[in-house]
């Protein structure tokens, strides 16, 4: 069975880390993500850009672009898509138009990446 | 160590906890002496307990009860806080931290930079009191960036305290304009000391990439606050892509490298990621303003792999919109490089040769010139160019850049390099 594990954490403290910090952080993290990888047991990974950056897009018969992340309590994460785009613009219309395709209610949250590995062990 | 949470948490608190200190306390010195003893409370009392539910709650908290103490010690009389919040820390500690989120906040923490950004204060005093109060920066790490004297630093810091206290900035809730007012100027500010520490106006050392660090949480810091204000979002993407170039700017000697010789693999591409993540949902706004522009431009130079790849036509286009937004000799000289690119030196040179009088004692203006001139292989007035340029720089790495290209043009006349003083 496939696990998504999602981080959290106050993005202010993050954010206020020392260069050199944030790399043994992450140099921590990648020993752990070695060991996976080699059990065959790794998918993608990724790190996301600070919620500054992101937009919400909330479903509706006419797709709204809101700024900044979203922040419903009463709907929860279901799921995520990857998607190559050269610019926010590009990856606003296709999450309108994975929004028109999925005729529910909710909302997608575009948030940039700041890393990603495909991870090409999982099938 | 151990502790580096701690240190971590206090850091991130910081700007949110002294703007409440403040907002009570209505005196800079009171705030910050509070929120010290808080966090030396919080050294003792943390790595024993573990951190409390929300630090910056704790530290406001414990910050008030202990200036409160104080006060009163030494007899003098102000008015008390509740006593149920004396008495019971944890239960009022989780009221606080339900109202954090509230626009309250946001107003105080608008009002703290606003107080250190304040216009009435020279821009050398805005940064260093942004600096001490708002990043917490010690007085001695300030005057090693500003290289100068710790005591001339305390003194210059300890009269921009006074000149605040003068000013009387209310405590009121600030109207839609006043807010507005705020925003700039602590945009302003911001901005200032991003440029000092991008391009050193002195000192031996070209960048001091520190200020460009503290610029940059301060920039986020502020789109916190105001997420959908796109001019802020410009500030922070301007900030941000230029900073991530720092490590390919200056080769191993420290000289300088122009842009179009820069290794871009060097490049942050994490930080330009967000930069341009940034300046794209800003120009969605459709309110234009000059961070956003010049954010622009520096995302039109981050977009290009190699230098040749350069849209140097829509970086003409953004220079001219920066002009009229923002009239400056400064910004029509940056135009200039552009137009070099896209319709040739001669050109250029006709668009500076107005310049020559208001920017007289520029560095970049006789850079630019010379270049120019060179270009069209006038090497004799090239080289009087050059030698002003070199009087007139600012850091050792300035000179040594316009020496080499002295150098340049005595063994290789010929030699077309790259116009202007972009790095």
């Given at each position: ?123 | ?116 950004c304040?216009p009435?204060?020279?821009a050398?005093?805005q940064i ?54 705020r925003l700039a100027a602590v945009a302003a500010t911001i901005y200032l000391l991003?440029n ?35 001019e802020?979002?410009?500030l ?54 000059p961070y ?132």
């Amino acid at each position: 069975m496939l696990f998504a594990i999602l981080c959290y954490d106050s993005e202010a403290v993050v954010g206020t880390m020392s260069e050199e910090e944030d790399a043994a952080l992450i140099g921590r993290l990648e020993a752990v993500q070695k060991k996976l990888a080699a059990e065959g047991r790794l998918g993608p990974v990724a790190r996301l850009l600070p919620t500054s950056t992101a937009v919400t897009i909330r479903k509706g018969r006419e797709a709204m672009v809101i700024d900044g992340p979203f922040a419903e309590t009463k709907e929860q994460l279901l799921g995520f898509f990857i998607v190559d785009c050269k610019t926010l613009e590009q990856a606003i219309e296709t999450a309108k138009e994975l929004a028109r395709a999925s005729g529910a209610a909710g909302a997608y949250e575009l948030r940039p990446l700041a890393t990603f590995r495909s991870g090409g062990a999982l099938q | 160590m151990e502790t580096d949470w701690v240190g971590a948490a206090i850091a991130a608190a910081r700007p949110r906890a002294v703007a409440a200190l403040l907002r009570q306390f209505r005196d800079l010195d009171t705030a910050e002496e509070a929120f010290q003893e808080a966090c030396l409370r919080a050294f003792r009392t943390w790595p024993r307990d573990g951190p409390p539910r929300d630090p910056t709650a704790w530290l406001i908290m414990v910050g008030r009860n202990a200036a409160i103490d104080d006060l009163r010690r030494r007899g003098r009389t102000r008015p008390l806080p509740a006593e149920e919040l004396l008495s019971d820390l944890d239960d009022a500690e989780t009221a606080l931290a339900e109202r954090l989120d509230s626009v309250d906040y946001r107003d105080d923490i608008l009002r703290l930079l606003f107080v250190c950004c304040h216009p009435e204060l020279p821009a050398t005093q805005q940064i260093a009191l942004a600096l001490r109060i708002v990043s917490g920066l010690s007085v001695a790490e300030i005057a090693r960036a500003f290289l100068v004297g710790e005591a001339a630093m305390e003194q210059r810091i300890t009269r921009a305290k006074r000149r605040i206290a003068a000013a009387r900035v209310p405590f009121e809730a600030p109207s839609a304009a006043e807010r507005a007012k705020r925003l700039a100027a602590v945009a302003a500010t911001i901005y200032l000391l991003f440029n000092e520490g991008y391009s050193a106006s002195g000192g031996k050392t070209h960048l001091r990439l520190p200020l460009c660090e503290e610029a940059i949480r301060l920039a986020r810091l502020l789109l916190q606050l105001y997420p959908a204000e796109p001019e802020i979002m410009g500030l922070t993407a301007l900030c941000v892509l230029q900073h991530a170039r720092a490590s390919a700017r200056l080769d191993a000697d420290g000289g300088i490298v122009l842009l179009e010789d820069q290794d871009r693999g060097r490049w942050d591409a994490v930080a330009i990621a967000e930069g341009l993540a940034l300046i794209d949902k800003a120009m969605r706004h459709a309110r234009p303003g000059p961070y956003q522009v010049q954010a622009a431009i520096a995302a039109l130079h981050a977009r290009a792999t190699k230098a040749a790849d350069t849209d140097w036509a829509g970086i003409e286009r953004l220079y001219a919109t920066l002009e009229r937004l923002r009239p400056s000799p400064v910004i029509t000289l940056n135009r200039a490089v552009a137009v070099s690119k896209v319709a040739g030196p001669a050109a250029a040179l006709a668009l500076i040769e107005p310049l020559a009088e208001p920017l007289a004692g520029y560095f970049h203006f006789f850079g630019l010139k010379a270049a120019l001139l060179q270009q069209l292989g006038r090497h004799a007035v090239a080289r009087d160019a050059f030698n002003r340029a070199l009087a007139l720089a600012h850091t050792p790495a300035e000179a040594a850049h316009i020496r080499q290209q002295l150098d340049r043009l005595c063994v290789d006349g010929t030699s077309a390099i790259g116009g202007g003083g972009t790095e």
